[in-house]
């Protein structure tokens, strides 16, 4: 069955250090894999995409298909990134894309 | 324009009852998914509809569960019987085509006491 692996529940840092935010999966061909996130009363938002290999208010993440990886990186955290973040991936079966989703990881970051 | 609305935001039932939980998707979007988001797990799929029929069902628990989207706009979960373990958030989300981000919306919590 395909997979995604948050490995940690809650990440907890101070304001300006480097943030990863782990992300694992099953190996399928060509995954394509989403981040989104949660701040807090708020809805669920796609953050980013690996297809687009974009930028996102200072996020990035590789697709890494020796390590099946698709960590969720960024240099300086800022206290406004505390919330809670998805991996995600669709299964696809014909036009179905339902994702599949990862536990999720609590992000805290302290001033 | 508007986002994808779900209503009733909180749902308190008891056990034993029936609920309906309803979603609004972004206007024009042809592919609608229904998730449910237990206590400190990630979302889990239930229904998949492309326009007014359900095309993959797959993820639904058992046959208290059912749902439709009869114009292709709206849709409703519907539960019978609820259980306690029904309680958790549910999630709509909405997508111009299947291949297209999906937009979510804030989710209805439904708590069975």
């Known amino acids: 069955a395909q997979r995604v692996t948050q490995p940690e529940k809650l990440l907890s840092v101070f304001k300006g250090a480097p943030v990863e935010l782990k992300c694992n999966y099953s190996y399928s061909g060509s995954p394509e894999l989403f981040w989104y996130v949660q701040y807090s009363r708020q809805r669920l938002q796609l953050l980013l995409r690996h297809i687009s290999r974009e930028s996102i208010k200072g996020f990035t993440a590789d697709l890494n298909k020796g390590e099946t990886s698709f960590h969720l990186k960024k240099p300086f955290a800022q206290e406004e990134d505390s919330a809670m973040y998805y991996c995600?991936?669709?299964?696809?079966?014909?036009?179905?894309?339902?994702?599949?989703w990862g536990l999720g990881t609590s992000l805290a970051v302290n001033p | 324009g508007a986002g994808v609305s779900q209503t009733p935001s909180n749902k308190v039932t008891e056990k034993g009852k029936y609920v309906e939980l309803r979603c609004d998707p972004i206007?024009?979007?042809?592919?609608l998914y229904w998730y449910r988001q237990s206590l400190g797990q990630g979302p889990e799929f239930l229904i998949y509809?492309?326009?007014?029929?359900?095309?993959?069902d797959s993820g639904l628990p058992n046959d208290r569960f059912f749902a439709v989207r009869p114009e292709g706009s709206v849709s409703t979960l519907k539960i019978q019987r609820t259980e306690r373990g029904d309680s958790a958030v549910y999630l709509c989300a909405s997508s111009l085509t299947s291949n297209y981000e999906q937009f979510f919306g804030p989710g209805t919590r439904l708590t069975v006491l």
């Open positions: 995600a991936r669709p299964f696809e079966a014909g036009n179905n894309r339902k994702l599949i």
């Open positions: 206007s024009g979007h042809t592919a």
């Open positions: 509809f492309q326009g007014t029929g359900a095309a993959d």
